[in-house]
């Protein structure tokens, strides 16, 4: 059994053996150790109470985790991802990330290009991510943002900047962009902003 195997185990002994002392009705004698470490059944009057056996609650939090994982690979199963950003490297490991959430990726470094992408078919993209961080011209970003949201109301926009904005650059990220946030993101943090960015496009479309 690996470490991490072993590490769970100890908490599921931990919480079987408190599951155990927490069920029990106030009126029953403890439990001694049954022969059948399966099923744990005790009748006192008309009440009868069961106890999980290890083996159930080690199956059963292996299958949440195995189902948490699969619905983060297919989080963005049906969403196309254009990205934007002019560092090449660091394009190529966002593209690993969203990926690993089930997302077709398309990445430029040029914002142009990416501004015909979307004009030639709208519908094509589901959400379009943008990293600021190396983008020379503050109003000819704010003024291609402005442009794809003309052209997509609906399409979710994700921008993350690690620079500091003046108070009307500021105002026009917060009006244009479906959620932005400053500072260089890790990958959790990109999954939150996506789950944000989904579902803050969902409630916009239905007011």
Request: charged share 25%.
């Given at each position: 059994m690996t470490k991490p195997a072993l590490v769970r185990l100890k908490k599921l002994?931990?919480?079987?053996?408190?599951?155990?002392?927490?069920?029990?009705?106030?009126?029953?004698?403890k439990l001694k150790t049954a022969d059948n470490m399966?099923?744990?059944?005790?009748?006192?009057?008309?009440?009868?109470?069961?106890?999980?056996?290890?083996?159930?609650?080690?199956?059963?939090?292996?299958q949440t985790t195995h189902l948490k994982l699969v619905e983060e690979h297919e989080?963005?199963?049906?969403?196309?991802?254009?990205?934007?950003?002019?560092d090449y490297q660091r394009n190529l490991e966002l593209v690993s990330w969203f990926e690993e959430l089930g997302a077709v990726v398309v990445h430029t470094t040029n914002f142009d290009w990416?501004?015909?992408?979307?004009?030639?078919?709208?519908?094509?993209?589901?959400?379009?991510?943008?990293e600021m961080d190396q983008m020379l011209n503050?109003?000819?970003?704010?003024?291609?943002?402005?442009?794809?949201?003309?052209m997509v109301p609906e399409l979710p926009i994700i921008l993350a900047t690690r620079h500091d904005h003046c108070d009307r650059c500021f105002a026009d990220?917060?009006?244009?962009?479906?959620?932005?946030?400053?500072?260089l993101l890790c990958k959790s943090s990109y999954k939150l902003l996506v789950i944000e960015a989904i579902d803050r496009s969902h409630t916009q479309s239905r007011i």
């Open positions: 002994v931990k919480k079987f053996l408190n599951g155990t002392e927490q069920e029990r009705p106030p009126s029953q004698p399966n099923f744990h059944a005790s009748k006192h009057g008309d009440y009868l109470y069961s106890v999980p056996s290890l083996h159930q609650l080690f199956e059963e939090e292996t989080m963005l199963i049906d969403y196309r991802v254009l990205l934007v950003g002019y990416a501004e015909e992408a979307i004009s030639e078919n709208p519908k094509a993209w589901g959400i379009l991510v943008v503050e109003q000819e970003t704010i003024a291609s943002l402005l442009l794809a949201r003309a990220l917060t009006e244009i962009c479906t959620v932005w946030k400053r500072g």
